[in-house]
Every structure is written in C-alpha cells, then in structure tokens.
C-alpha cells in the first residue's frame, strides 16, 4: 500500500446535528452502520491543491445549507482545508425513492416472506447504488471517491433529509 492509498481517506466524518432535523432508532443505526464501515475502508481524494501539499488524512463534517450538500474538509489537525457544496435537486428524487422503500423494507421484515424481503432489498440495493453512482459523478470535479465511499455518503446524506 503506497502512501496516498493510506493518506487519501477519511478520518473522521461528523453530521452537523442542527441539520437532522428526526430520527429513530433504525436510523441511528443505519448512521452509526455508515459512518463506522466508512472508517473502515475508503478512498477519498479533493481534486484542490492544498497548502503544503497536504494530501490526507481528511476529517469531514457533513451538513445541509439553503438545500445543497455542505462538505466540510479539514486536515488531520482539525483545520478547515475548503468546503465543498453540492446541489441536492438531482438527489431529491433518488433520496425519496430511497426512503419509500426503506419503509417497504422495514415493515416486510415484520410480516412479509423471506421471498418477498429478498425482492424488496434487491430493489433497495439498486437504489442506493444508483444513488452512489449519481454522488460520484456531481462529486467528479471536486472529489475522488471510490462507490463503497459514495454509498455510505449517500447514506448519511439520507440521514440528514428525515423528515419526522
């Protein structure tokens, strides 16, 4: 492993928690899930040329402002490097498809056939992979980020649009 695979990731990730506005306990979890495997394994690279050469590791704080996707980008220190935003309009579609079968997810573990769970978290994984797709390409000209990364970002991007 060269030094910019081990210096290119994330180190910590925070959700601005003025930004959830709701969340039970199936959602905690699905954060606590997210941001733990995100630590675990990812690979994230700012396209911005920092001072000193700084390469990673980043710490990263997650938030929504005015509707569009704040990331918070710091060094290891906890400096902040830049702040890259992102439109959520071509997420909202995706996020509520996302959530509508979450809840077809949730309530089929309580009654519904293995069959049938197996058929509804099949289409729950298609949504969340398309969804990462999508991350990767509006992040494409700020950021690097490999799709196990952009899936557990848009994971925690889903937690910061609950609605109660």
């Known amino acids: ?3 910019a695979q081990t210096t290119q990731r994330i180190i910590s990730v925070d ?3 003025r930004t959830i506005l709701w969340r039970n306990a199936d959602v905690e979890q699905e954060r606590r899930v997210a941001i733990f495997d995100l630590l675990e394994g990812n690979h994230f690279e700012p396209r911005t040329e920092y001072p000193d050469g700084y390469k990673g590791p980043y710490k990263l704080l997650m938030r929504v402002e005015e509707g569009r996707l704040a990331l918070d980008i710091s060094n290891e220190e906890g400096a902040r490097l830049e702040t890259v935003v ?11 498809e996302y959530f509508a079968i979450c809840e077809s997810y949730y309530q089929a573990i309580r009654n519904a056939s293995p069959s049938q769970i197996e058929a509804i978290d099949m289409g729950r994984r298609g949504i969340h992979n398309h969804a990462a797709e999508l991350l990767m390409d509006r992040l494409s000209d700020k950021l690097d980020v490999d799709f196990e990364t952009a899936r557990r970002l848009f994971t925690l991007i889903c937690v910061l649009h609950i609605r109660g």
């Open 1 to 3: 492993m060269t030094r």
């Open 15 to 17: 959700l601005d928690e």
């Open 86 to 96: 992102v439109p959520m309009s071509p997420f909202r579609r995706v996020i509520r």
